[in-house]
């Protein structure tokens, strides 16, 4: 079993997380909507885009793109 605290246990995954979306903030917005739309980008980057840049992500009826493309609506 780890002696690893419960805090140094969120400061890893925080550092880990900050790793996986520093190639996304380098990215334009241009290139991002092309990433997600070729389905380049998890969900993790896609939330943590449309929280620090709402207005950059594309809508589809009013919800952020890469959510509204598995509604049953959107897909038909």
Do not use: D, Y
Not at 4 to 9: I, N, P, R, V
Not at 10 to 19: D, F, G, P, Q, Y
Not at 58 to 65: K, Q, R, T
């Amino acid at each position: 079993m780890s002696s690893e605290t419960f805090t140094e246990l969120l400061n890893r995954m925080s550092v880990v997380r900050k790793a996986r979306l520093e190639a996304l903030w380098r990215m334009t917005p241009n290139e991002r909507i092309a990433a997600m739309r070729r389905g380049s980008l998890s969900m993790e980057q896609c939330c943590a885009w449309a929280a620090r840049f709402p207005q950059q992500v594309p809508l589809i009826n009013g919800e952020f793109e890469f959510i509204a493309a598995h509604m049953p609506e959107v897909c038909e």
